[in-house]
C-alpha cells in the first residue's frame, strides 16, 4: 500500500508549504490565487471556490448532499482514504483536537467532511468506524469515483483512481488540503496544506466560523 500526495492547488510558493508531496506537472486542476504570508498556516484565496455539488452516501448508508447539508455552516474538507498511513490520519486528528477545543456551541457549527478517495475499499461501515477514533460526528463520504474525482477538481484538489501494483499493493494518490469553506457565503476561503498542526487549526477556528480571514 503507497500513499502518493498530490499537490494540485495554487502558486509554487504556496505548494511548498504542504512539506512533502508529488506532482506530475500535468494537473490540470483550476488554480488558485492566493494572499497573505506563506509563514501563515492558511492561505487566503483570492477567489474562493464555490462548494461542490455532491451527493454520496455517508457513514449510515444514506444519500448525503453536501451543498444542503452543510449550507450556512464552516466546513472543513478533506479528500483522503482510511488506508492511507499518514497524512490522513495525522490530519484527522489535528482537525479532531483543534475541534476539542472550541466552545461546545462552535463544536456543534462545525462540519468536518472526510471524502474518500478509495470508494472501493471505503465502504459506510469502515469509513464510520475509522472516523469515529477520530470523532463521532465527522462526516464520512463514499460512493462513485468519478464523481468524487470532479468534486475534488472543481475545488483544486487532484486525486487519480487507485492503482493496484503487481506486488499487489495500492497506490493512491490524493491531494493533502484541508479546505476551509465560511458560513456567510458557502464558499472556501482558506487553504492548509499537510503539516498544519492542531495548535495552528485551533487558533483560526474560531475566526473561520465567523467567516474571518485567520
Request: hydrophobic share 35%.
Amino acid at each position: 500500500m503507497r500513499t502518493t500526495i498530490k499537490i494540485g492547488v495554487a502558486l509554487a510558493a504556496v505548494a511548498a508549504l504542504a512539506g512533502c508531496g508529488s506532482s506530475s506537472g500535468d494537473s490540470k486542476e483550476p488554480l488558485a490565487v492566493v494572499s497573505g504570508a506563506a509563514s501563515k498556516p492558511g492561505t487566503l484565496l483570492d477567489d474562493p471556490f464555490s462548494k461542490p455539488r455532491l451527493t454520496l452516501t455517508d457513514t449510515h448508508g444514506k444519500p448525503y448532499d453536501l451543498v444542503k447539508e452543510t449550507a450556512g455552516r464552516p466546513v472543513l474538507l478533506f479528500f483522503g482514504y482510511t488506508h492511507c498511513p499518514d497524512v490522513c490520519p495525522t490530519t484527522m486528528s489535528d482537525l479532531a483536537i483543534a475541534k476539542s477545543r472550541l466552545s461546545k456551541p462552535d463544536q456543534e457549527k462545525l462540519r468536518v467532511v472526510f471524502v474518500s478517495t478509495d470508494p472501493a475499499r471505503d465502504t459506510p461501515q469502515r469509513l464510520g468506524s475509522w472516523l469515529a477514533a477520530q470523532d463521532k460526528d465527522f462526516i464520512g463520504l463514499t460512493g462513485d469515483f468519478g464523481t468524487i474525482q470532479k468534486a475534488a477538481k472543481s475545488v483544486g484538489v487532484g486525486i487519480e483512481k487507485p492503482v493496484t501494483e503487481k506486488d499487489g499493493s495500492i497506490t493512491v494518490t490524493h491531494g493533502a488540503e484541508v479546505l476551509a469553506f465560511w458560513p456567510k457565503d458557502d464558499k472556501g476561503h482558506v487553504l492548509y496544506m499537510s503539516g498544519t498542526t492542531s495548535d495552528e487549526f485551533a487558533a483560526d477556528l474560531p475566526k473561520l466560523i465567523r467567516s474571518e480571514a485567520p
